[in-house]
């Protein structure tokens, strides 16, 4: 009876034991699956990242030349301004310095 006892015990923990090592994989498997979307996530993450660095690299000197030509559109306005108000001496004081410094 004690013997019969004790197989059924052992039998009942080898069971156990072997869901408990199945559960173990499964753990494992979704673990590495988890560790490998991070490492895509982390790879597009450095890629999104370096494109970025580029495109600001290639935006900077059109948005320099932008503020350049609103400068010049600006003092030209300003010279067709003085012109349209028949005011000669501020006109030709804006056109012979086109560039803006007095």
């Not at 009876?1 to 069971?15: C, F, G, H, I, Y």
């Not at 034991?17 to 590495?32: F, L, P, S, T």
């Not at 494109?51 to 030349?65: R, V, Y």
Request: charged residues 35%; glycine residues 4%; without cysteine.
């Amino acid at each position: 009876m004690v013997e019969a006892q004790l197989e059924a015990r052992d039998s009942k923990l080898t069971r156990s034991m072997k869901r408990i090592r199945a559960d173990m994989v499964k753990i494992n498997e979704g673990q590495e699956r988890i560790r490998a979307g991070q490492k895509e996530a982390r790879e597009k993450f450095e890629e999104i990242s370096k494109e970025t660095a580029k495109l600001k690299e290639e935006t900077n000197p059109i948005s320099k030349q932008s503020a350049a030509n609103q400068v010049r559109l600006d003092l030209m306005f300003q010279i067709v301004k003085a012109r349209s108000e028949n005011d000669a001496p501020q006109g030709r004081r804006t056109d012979s310095n086109p560039a803006g410094t007095n």
